[in-house]
C-alpha cells in the first residue's frame, strides 16, 4: 500500500546543480618588465571573419562609419588640403575612402594604421593603410609606446610614432584597443546558428515527411525511397499502390517564434553596436521610431567623427572637420503656437464649467 505521509516530502537542488550566470573578471593587457613589450593583433583575422561573413556586422559597420565620416570633409588649411586631395594610398585610394575603411577597421579590431609618408619639409606625400594583424605595437620598459614594426612578409619594418596614424578604442592603460564584436559575439553566433538551423528546416519542408510502409521488408522500403527522393528533387509526383505507404509531414514547430528569435537577436546586435537598425533599412520601422532611433544615433557617430579629427590633429597636424549628415534633432515644436497640428487649449478648458445640482 502506498505510503502518503507528508512528512517524507523532499525539495529539489537546484542551487547547487544549476550554477548562477557570472560574469568573468577581465584584467588589462598591460607591459611586462622587459626591456620591450610586443602586442601583437592575432585576432584581426578573426574579426574581419565577422566583418566579411556576417551581413548585420558588414552593415552596421559601413552604417557607422558611413554617417561619422563618409559624408565628405573639409580644411581651414588650405595646404593641408591641396596635401590630402593627392594622397593616393595603395592605389588609387581617396582621404575620404581611408577614413571610412579607418574608423570601421577600429571599430572591427580595435585599432587602425595608416603609414603617413612625409618630405623633408614635413608635406604629406601619401597615406598608406596597414592591416592591424600585420602591425605589432613595441612598448618600452617605462610603459609608453615606443614605435611600431610593420611585417612586410620577410621580416619586421620599423617606423616611427611620428610616421603612423593610430586610432584605437583603448580603455585605461591598456596597450590595445577593444573590438566593438567583443561583447557581441555570443548573440552573433546565436543569430546565424538560428539562421542556419532555419535554413535547413526550409530545406527540408521540400521533403514530404514521414513514410510509414506496410512492410517490415527492407528491400522494399530502400527501392521506395529511392522513389521518393527522386521525385521530391525532380519536382514530380509519387505513384504508389494503394494502402502500401502513409507519408505524414514532420512534426515542427511554428516558424513565427524561430523568426522572432532570429529578428530579436538582429535587433540586439544593432542595438548594440550603437547603430539603430533604422539607419541601414527602413523595413519594419514606424516613422517616429526611425526618426528617434536617428536623433538617439547622434551622439555615437558624432563621437567617432570627433575622435578621428582628434587624432589626425594631434599625432599630425592635419586638420580637417568631416561634414555632419542632417540632424533630425529639434523636430518637437517649443511652442504652442509653433504646432500647427494642435488645437490651442483654451483658457476656460481647464475650468470646471458643470453646474451641480
Known sequence: MANFDLNNSTTTNFKNTVPDFIVDAKALDTTNEGEETFWYFTEA??????????????????GFATWAVGQGWTSSDMEIKVQLDHVTGIGKQTFSQMMLSHLITKMIVGDAFIEVKKGKS???????????????????KNGLLKRYDAWNNQEWKQIKLEDMFHSSRKIADQTHGTSILDPLRFAIDARNEALADER?????????????????????????????????????????????AKIEAYPSKSSED??????????????NFGI???????????????????????????RERNDIEEDLW???????????????GGLQEETLQKNTGQTNIQPNDVEASITRE
Not at 614635413?122 to 618600452?140: A, D, F, K, Q
Not at 594631434?314 to 533630425?328: E, G, R, T
Open 200 to 244: 535547413i528546416i526550409k530545406h527540408r519542408d521540400k521533403a514530404l515527411g514521414i513514410v510509414y510502409y506496410k512492410t517490415n521488408n527492407t528491400t522494399k522500403i530502400t527501392y521506395a525511397n529511392t522513389q521518393i527522393e527522386a521525385a521530391v528533387k525532380n519536382g514530380e509526383m509519387v505513384g504508389m499502390p494503394e494502402e502500401t
Open 314 to 328: 594631434n599625432q599630425h597636424q592635419i586638420k580637417v572637420a568631416f561634414n555632419k549628415p542632417k540632424s533630425l
Open 45 to 62: 583575422t578573426a574579426n574581419f571573419g565577422y566583418l566579411f561573413a556576417i551581413p548585420e556586422v558588414w552593415s552596421a559597420a559601413n
Open 122 to 140: 614635413g608635406t604629406i606625400l601619401n597615406m598608406i593603410p596597414i592591416s592591424p594583424e600585420r602591425i605589432r605595437l613595441v612598448y618600452g
Open 258 to 271: 524561430r523568426q522572432s528569435w532570429i529578428q530579436y537577436l538582429e535587433n540586439f546586435i544593432y542595438q
Open 276 to 302: 539603430p537598425r533604422s539607419i541601414v533599412t527602413s523595413d519594419g520601422t514606424s516613422e517616429v521610431g526611425g526618426k528617434m532611433g536617428n536623433v538617439n544615433f547622434e551622439p555615437n557617430y558624432a
